[in-house]
């Protein structure tokens, strides 16, 4: 009883900063901004400028750990086997590959421009997969620090806008239809906000196609999270060290089993679309709380390398995928 009264300040702070987040999301020339990213940048602000409030502290620490995986979990009602099968086998080709050669593109560059590995995988994530989401699930097995975590965000928010308002004006000169627009946009643009902005002014077949494309990529989610959490253990094991028995990430176990249960059982809209919106604001909850606990001149001690880092991920994805567009299609 007396944790969870420790909690509960906590959580009304980061849930009032969601909530803000939310209505600032509606105001024009914001809403390009996904209340996600708004609510970190209130959190920072807050943070850098008066300070987080002591007695806040458990509530933020729940939010940004237990708040964050049940909202991943809840992610999985976005998706269904039907749209992934939907995308079809070669589009599914160039979702999956794409994917790879750019989570293993940007683990390379970063250890060539000299970026901390846990970073790197962040903005790896972030970019490969579905931004911010893919950033802060990362970040659960990563263990990076909240200054990281931030970093990550902002590169993905940059390169995905500047992918959202470029792509649009692109299509008729790389001679792509809506349907191969759609694809490209889905496999390589970084948030789900900004593939829907990118791929709907084309046409609403490329929406459609944008939209089941990326969902795809949300499914990789897991397999990517699982994949980080074992690796390094397996790599000890290799060396002949002794290591643990890897923590099994029982959210994307979770993430999993909730997007098959919604695709064997049919679960009506209302409550599907609740779960989803419900998804929605814990993840920005999740947010505003890392926001609060990120310190500005951190960051700026990261320097300029994991920007350049987040550009170069941002232009491999672009081309791969687009390449591979062109030579599968």
Not at 134 to 153: K, W
Not at 154 to 180: E, N, R
Request: proline share 4%.
């Amino acid at each position: 009883m007396e944790s969870a009264r420790a909690i509960i300040p906590g959580i009304a702070l980061t849930g009032a900063i969601a909530l803000a987040a939310k209505s600032l999301h509606g105001v024009p020339g914001v809403a390009t901004f996904s209340p996600m990213i708004l609510a970190i940048a209130i959190g920072i602000s807050i943070r850098n400028l008066v300070g987080t409030p002591s007695f806040a502290a458990p509530g933020i620490a729940f939010s940004m750990r237990r708040l964050l995986r049940a909202a991943i979990v809840l992610l999985g009602f976005q998706i269904t086997l039907t749209q992934l099968a939907a995308v079809g086998a070669q589009g599914l080709f160039i979702v999956i590959g794409t994917l790879v050669a750019t989570f293993g593109f940007t683990l390379a560059a970063g250890r060539v421009l000299g970026v901390d590995r846990k970073l790197t995988e962040l903005i790896a994530a972030g970019t490969s997969i579905c931004g911010a989401s893919a950033v802060v699930a990362t970040n659960s097995v990563t263990g990076a620090s909240d200054e990281d975590v931030a970093y990550a965000i902002a590169c993905v928010t940059i390169f995905g806008s500047i992918a959202m308002f470029a792509y649009p004006a692109l299509p008729h000169l790389l001679q792509l239809d809506g349907a191969a627009y759609g694809l490209w946009s889905g496999a390589s643009i970084h948030e789900i906000a900004q593939v829907a902005a990118a791929s709907f002014q084309n046409s609403q077949d490329a929406g459609e196609v944008a939209t089941v494309a990326k969902l795809s990529r949300v499914m990789l989610l897991a397999p990517v999270v699982v994949a980080l959490s074992v690796a390094p253990r397996l790599a000890v094991r290799g060396a002949g060290g002794r290591s643990a028995r890897p923590p099994l990430p029982w959210f994307a176990i979770g993430f999993v089993a909730v997007a098959a249960l919604n695709s064997a059982v049919s679960i009506p809209e209302g409550a599907r679309g609740a779960t989803v919106t419900l998804s929605a604001f814990l993840l920005t909850v999740a947010l505003a709380a890392m926001g609060l606990e990120t310190d500005v001149s951190k960051l700026y001690a990261q320097g300029l390398r994991p920007a350049i880092l987040g550009a170069l991920a941002f232009l491999f994805i672009a081309a791969f995928s687009l390449a591979l567009i062109k030579f599968v299609g």
